[in-house]
């Protein structure tokens, strides 16, 4: 493979490592050759370290282009990689002389690249916005780099994220001891102290007023604590002045640029800070890492994917330095908290966020753009995915999660457009194209270039919460036939369709436009029968969800703390829902919560499934509740979902997908069935502890949590039960290839 990138030549900071970095360890594998459009200190590095480079200088634009034309085609180079504006304009005028793909690699927020700076702005800057705009790909440092330029309207499904990554190899030690290291910095320490720093530009971006401001709140609960500030910049004199109207001048040390490497000043630190108001990926967390340094930094960026809050780390929101002051302080004054996180930090950095985990990332990137560059063109393309998404409800997206998952699973570069309640957050989550649901228009434009149209899962033929949803589901079944789409009914429940009108209208629609039916349980299909549905072609299958994992221990923990709750407790999850008839019931759950309690030691913890509408049943059901109980009013995605659920010793609940995740887990299950589909469910795994909710007391619902307490320590034919339907959930995706002729 041969790639070629571009880049100014003026670079520095974050982004300057990143790409010597990378070139340097990509041309262990492949050829990357570097082009700078000026000669300098950055070429004079990428030379020593070995990388090829080459200088295409001038401000002639077109005379630049052309010579790299030329230069490209003359190499056979497979594939254009920019770094920054300059580059980007430079890769936008090279996509059509070439005809190769043009990849851009996204350092930092556009917009903010010349604060303060408004002529640039207005001109590098909007020259800069427009070329981003005309590339191929985009590759953002971190995911929450990606998140911010699809938000800003970039095509979702032309993304992909990488982090930066560092040389974990033990560090060399330190030239001099600590305090005469820190003495000759200026630092007033002694033995018995704490020491804070940061490695940064003193620029409005770092916020470091912040920093200041925090650090003193936390030196009036910590006297031990110091503060380091290494760099230099605008704000330099500003917050010297802030530091003396604060009381604390002695306190911190400004010590500017550090020279001759960083290993040292790392070294002498007890606690590393970030207190900036937009970042990527910034090495300065890494490096700290690698000292195994606790952690206190912004939730900015891709930091929350390095941090886990109260975990491994701290984290704040911008400009919120009281709460830095209490995180410095309770790390200034527990020493084995301090070394717990920074051991932890180092762990999860070291494994995840090495320099060969970049290079790994970076060449997966390219292999997949060229993929999707040589993939053969075709009439009719991909598929169009219709459901109850976008609305909150973890059960639904979570259908959506695996739909995706499997898709692409049968062909990674397939086009998809999703329907979706709240397109931009859907486009967010899942890197798809997505379009609202009225937009009539987006979706029918998808549907006529789609090959598959999938009703997607969830219970979406049925007319109980909503005659409309019922009717627009028909009709989008309807609308993707006639536009030429074959359509599948995916892993789905049918019904309570009560009206008779209603079950003759999806009678008639499903016979002439669905080809295959696959459905979740035996109900369902009983259902389709009684309506007369009977010439698409039914299979049973099961849940799509029933195939997602769960997060990271390390991410679960920080859900968790977050909700105030311990990780790893004894737990009986409740997860309810508003219901005609369930106030009439809550004070059942909550003697069912107490009995538990009181008998087993089982703590209730709350859950929601729907975050905006399940925490008011959850707390008319605990009004009266004197014995502790937790709350987990959002448990984030399905992943962390499913792994809060597997903490627990067993699960009460109304919500299907909340028994399907938890099921997924083995855990033990007590259905309250508000909806034929959450019988149907527990049934088809075997399952027969659930009553109705009309029909639920306190006494048979502590009989029930007696006998699935019992079941704790027999998993095998719940686990047993779970492998039988996720094998025959694959049922689903063997369908989807066969009408995707794929």
């Given at each position: 493979?041969k790639?070629?990138h571009?880049?100014?030549g003026g670079d520095?900071?974050g982004?300057?490592?990143h790409?010597?970095?990378?070139l340097?360890?990509l041309n262990k594998?492949?050829?990357?050759?570097?082009?700078?459009f000026?000669?300098?200190?950055?070429?004079?590095?990428?030379?020593?370290?070995?990388?090829?480079t080459?200088?295409?200088?001038?401000?002639n634009v077109?005379?630049v282009?052309?010579e790299?034309?030329?230069?490209?085609?003359?190499?056979?180079?497979?594939?254009?990689?920019?770094h920054?504006?300059?580059?980007?304009?430079?890769?936008?005028?090279?996509?059509?002389?070439?005809g190769?793909?043009?990849?851009?690699?996204?350092?930092?927020?556009?917009?903010?690249?010349?604060m303060?700076?408004?002529?640039?702005?207005?001109?590098?800057?909007?020259?800069?916005?427009y070329a981003?705009?005309?590339?191929?790909?985009?590759i953002g440092?971190?995911?929450?780099?990606?998140d911010l330029?699809?938000?800003?309207?970039?095509?979702?499904?032309?993304f992909?994220?990488i982090y930066n990554g560092i040389?974990?190899?033990?560090?060399?030690?330190?030239?001099?001891?600590?305090?005469e290291?820190?003495r000759?910095?200026?630092?007033d320490a002694?033995?018995?102290?704490v020491?804070?720093?940061?490695?940064?530009?003193?620029?409005?971006v770092?916020?470091?007023?912040?920093?200041?401001?925090?650090?003193?709140?936390?030196?009036?609960?910590?006297?031990r604590?110091?503060?380091?500030?290494?760099?230099?910049?605008?704000?330099?004199?500003k917050?010297g002045t802030?530091?003396?109207?604060?009381?604390v001048?002695?306190?911190?040390t400004?010590?500017?640029?550090?020279?001759?490497?960083?290993?040292?000043?790392?070294?002498?630190?007890?606690?590393?800070?970030?207190?900036?108001?937009s970042?990527?990926f910034?090495?300065a967390?890494?490096e700290?890492?690698?000292?195994h340094?606790?952690?206190?930094?912004?939730?900015?960026?891709g930091i929350?994917h390095?941090?886990?809050s109260?975990?491994?780390?701290?984290?704040?929101?911008?400009g919120?330095?009281?709460?830095?002051?209490t995180?410095?302080?309770?790390?200034?004054?527990?020493?084995?908290?301090?070394?717990?996180?920074?051991?932890k930090?180092y762990?999860k950095?070291?494994?995840?966020?090495s320099?060969?985990?970049?290079v790994?990332?970076?060449?997966?990137?390219y292999?997949?753009?060229?993929?999707?560059?040589?993939?053969?063109?075709?009439?009719?393309d991909?598929?169009?995915?219709?459901?109850?998404?976008?609305?909150?409800?973890?059960?639904?997206d979570?259908?959506?999660?695996?739909i995706?998952?499997?898709m692409?699973?049968?062909?990674?570069?397939?086009?998809?457009?999703?329907?979706?309640?709240?397109?931009k957050?859907t486009?967010?989550?899942?890197?798809?194209?997505?379009v609202h649901?009225?937009?009539?228009?987006?979706?029918?434009?998808?549907?006529?270039?789609?090959?598959?149209?999938i009703?997607?899962?969830?219970?979406l033929?049925?007319?109980?919460?909503?005659?409309?949803?019922?009717?627009?589901?028909?009709?989008n079944?309807?609308?993707?036939?006639r536009?030429?789409?074959?359509?599948q009914?995916?892993?789905?429940?049918?019904?309570?369709?009560?009206?008779e009108?209603h079950r003759a209208?999806?009678?008639k629609v499903?016979?002439?436009y669905?080809?295959?039916?696959?459905l979740?349980?035996p109900?369902?299909?009983?259902?389709?029968?009684?309506?007369?549905v009977?010439?698409?072609?039914?299979?049973?299958?099961?849940?799509p969800?029933?195939?997602?994992?769960?997060?990271?221990?390390?991410?679960v923990?920080?859900?968790?703390?977050?909700?105030?709750?311990?990780?790893?407790?004894?737990?009986?999850?409740?997860?309810?829902?508003?219901?005609?008839?369930?106030?009439?019931?809550?004070s059942?759950f909550a003697k069912?919560?107490?009995?538990?309690?009181?008998?087993y030691?089982?703590?209730?913890v709350?859950?929601a499934v729907?975050?905006?509408?399940d925490?008011?049943?959850?707390?008319?059901?605990?009004?009266?509740?004197?014995?502790?109980?937790?709350?987990?009013?959002?448990a984030?995605?399905?992943?962390?979902?499913?792994?809060?659920?597997?903490?627990?010793?067993a699960?009460?609940?109304m919500?299907?997908?909340?028994?399907i995740f938890?099921?997924?887990?083995?855990v033990?299950?007590v259905?309250?069935?508000?909806?034929?589909?959450?019988s149907?469910?527990?049934?088809?795994?075997g399952?027969?502890l659930?009553?109705?909710?009309?029909?639920v007391?306190?006494?048979?619902?502590?009989a029930?949590?007696?006998?699935?307490?019992?079941?704790?320590?027999t998993?095998?034919?719940?686990?047993e039960?779970?492998a039988?339907?996720q094998?025959?959930?694959?049922?689903?995706?063997?369908?989807?290839r066969?009408?995707l002729d794929?």
């Amino acid at each position: 493979m041969k790639v070629i990138h571009l880049i100014s030549g003026g670079d520095s900071g974050g982004a300057k490592t990143h790409v010597l970095s990378l070139l340097q360890n990509l041309n262990k594998t492949i050829t990357a050759q570097l082009v700078c459009f000026r000669d300098g200190p950055f070429a004079d590095e990428a030379r020593k370290l070995g990388i090829p480079t080459r200088i295409c200088g001038g401000n002639n634009v077109l005379r630049v282009r052309r010579e790299l034309s030329r230069y490209i085609r003359q190499e056979g180079f497979e594939l254009i990689h920019c770094h920054g504006s300059r580059a980007n304009m430079i890769g936008a005028m090279l996509r059509k002389s070439t005809g190769l793909p043009v990849v851009t690699t996204v350092h930092s927020d556009y917009r903010l690249d010349y604060m303060g700076r408004p002529l640039s702005r207005l001109t590098f800057g909007t020259i800069n916005a427009y070329a981003l705009r005309k590339l191929d790909y985009r590759i953002g440092v971190s995911d929450a780099m990606v998140d911010l330029l699809i938000s800003r309207g970039f095509p979702a499904d032309r993304f992909y994220a990488i982090y930066n990554g560092i040389d974990f190899t033990p560090a060399p030690p330190p030239k001099m001891e600590r305090l005469e290291y820190l003495r000759q910095l200026g630092v007033d320490a002694d033995e018995n102290s704490v020491v804070v720093g940061i490695a940064a530009r003193l620029n409005p971006v770092k916020d470091m007023s912040t920093l200041i401001r925090g650090f003193a709140a936390g030196y009036a609960s910590c006297p031990r604590l110091r503060l380091v500030i290494a760099g230099d910049g605008e704000e330099r004199e500003k917050l010297g002045t802030l530091a003396r109207e604060l009381g604390v001048e002695k306190q911190v040390t400004f010590a500017g640029w550090i020279s001759g490497g960083m290993d040292q000043f790392y070294a002498a630190l007890d606690i590393n800070a970030l207190t900036s108001l937009s970042e990527t990926f910034p090495y300065a967390l890494t490096e700290g890492a690698r000292f195994h340094l606790a952690t206190v930094a912004t939730a900015v960026g891709g930091i929350p994917h390095l941090i886990d809050s109260d975990v491994n780390g701290f984290l704040f929101a911008p400009g919120d330095f009281e709460a830095l002051g209490t995180y410095l302080a309770a790390l200034g004054n527990d020493d084995a908290l301090r070394r717990d996180m920074g051991e932890k930090l180092y762990e999860k950095a070291s494994t995840h966020f090495s320099i060969q985990n970049t290079v790994d990332t970076q060449l997966h990137i390219y292999q997949e753009i060229l993929r999707r560059y040589r993939r053969p063109v075709r009439a009719r393309d991909g598929v169009v995915i219709c459901g109850a998404y976008g609305r909150g409800n973890a059960g639904d997206d979570a259908i959506l999660e695996a739909i995706l998952q499997e898709m692409r699973s049968i062909d990674p570069d397939m086009p998809m457009t999703v329907l979706s309640k709240d397109p931009k957050s859907t486009r967010l989550t899942y890197r798809v194209q997505a379009v609202h649901r009225s937009s009539i228009l987006a979706w029918h434009k998808a549907m006529r270039h789609a090959k598959l149209y999938i009703n997607g899962g969830g219970s979406l033929i049925q007319d109980v919460t909503s005659r409309r949803s019922l009717w627009f589901y028909l009709y989008n079944i309807r609308a993707a036939k006639r536009a030429g789409c074959q359509v599948q009914m995916y892993g789905c429940g049918i019904g309570p369709v009560t009206r008779e009108s209603h079950r003759a209208l999806a009678a008639k629609v499903l016979n002439a436009y669905v080809d295959v039916i696959t459905l979740r349980e035996p109900d369902s299909r009983e259902e389709l029968q009684r309506m007369g549905v009977t010439v698409p072609r039914i299979l049973l299958t099961a849940d799509p969800a029933l195939t997602l994992r769960p997060a990271s221990d390390a991410e679960v923990d920080s859900v968790l703390l977050r909700a105030g709750i311990p990780p790893h407790g004894k737990y009986l999850c409740f997860a309810l829902r508003q219901w005609k008839g369930f106030d009439e019931k809550a004070s059942v759950f909550a003697k069912a919560a107490r009995y538990a309690y009181e008998t087993y030691g089982l703590t209730p913890v709350f859950t929601a499934v729907e975050k905006h509408l399940d925490p008011v049943a959850h707390r008319q059901a605990a009004a009266n509740l004197d014995i502790p109980h937790y709350f987990l009013d959002d448990a984030g995605g399905a992943g962390t979902i499913i792994g809060a659920l597997s903490r627990m010793d067993a699960v009460v609940s109304m919500r299907l997908h909340a028994l399907i995740f938890a099921a997924s887990q083995g855990v033990p299950l007590v259905g309250v069935v508000y909806d034929p589909k959450v019988s149907s469910f527990l049934k088809y795994m075997g399952q027969e502890l659930f009553v109705d909710l009309d029909s639920v007391t306190a006494e048979n619902l502590c009989a029930m949590i007696d006998r699935a307490v019992c079941q704790t320590g027999t998993p095998q034919s719940r686990e047993e039960a779970v492998a039988r339907l996720q094998e025959m959930e694959q049922r689903n995706v063997t369908v989807a290839r066969e009408l995707l002729d794929l």
